[in-house]
């Protein structure tokens, strides 16, 4: 069974306390960046396929802040976005921050960054398990849908990583 959250970034939509998930999955970016975007490419795909029981995907968007609600309330959080480090594009990394200082600097082109949405669940004493997923980008490509070549040939290894990811990881909640 598919299960996806389809609330929509700063909705008032909620999850029934007996339905809370273990692991939820976000992917952020902006889709009328190309490359930008990646990380909803990669949340698209996750939902074409099936989702384990307490695995809740949710389409980030560029939401920002709007997101505190939704990663704290879930004890582990998987998310995917694109990332300017200088590696070549499609290059994927997986980090697990323990805390905020370890929370790359500069990811994506969001407004308001991964590291302070992280830094202000800190605040709240609600920071969860993190796992996050980049995708290196070279470019951002204004009014663009379509990723390129090399970012679009990470997808399928980053969707089956977060597939066997979140698995292993509701098992253990």
Do not use: W, Y
Not at 49 to 70: C, F
Not at 84 to 90: F, K, N, V
């Amino acid at each position: 069974m598919i299960r996806a959250d389809l609330d929509l970034v700063g909705g008032t939509g909620s999850i029934a306390d007996s339905d809370r998930c273990a692991v939820l999955v976000i992917g952020v970016g902006n889709l009328l960046m190309g490359d930008e975007g990646v990380g909803i490419h990669v949340l698209r795909a996750l939902e074409q396929g099936p989702v384990a029981p307490g695995v809740q995907l949710l389409d980030g968007g560029t939401g920002g802040i709007n997101l505190l609600e939704s990663i704290t309330r879930a004890p582990v959080v998987i998310m995917l976005d694109a990332t300017r480090d200088g590696q070549p594009a499609g290059t994927v990394t997986r980090v697990r921050p323990a805390g905020v200082a370890d929370i790359p600097l500069g990811l994506s082109a969001h407004d308001f960054g991964l590291r302070d949405l992280f830094a202000a669940a800190a605040l709240l004493e609600k920071f969860p398990d993190v796992q996050l997923f980049t995708i290196s980008v070279e470019t951002i490509n204004p009014m663009c849908l379509e990723l390129s070549d090399p970012v679009a040939a990470a997808v399928p290894a980053v969707v089956r990583d977060v597939r066997e990811l979140a698995h292993r990881l509701v098992s253990r909640h």
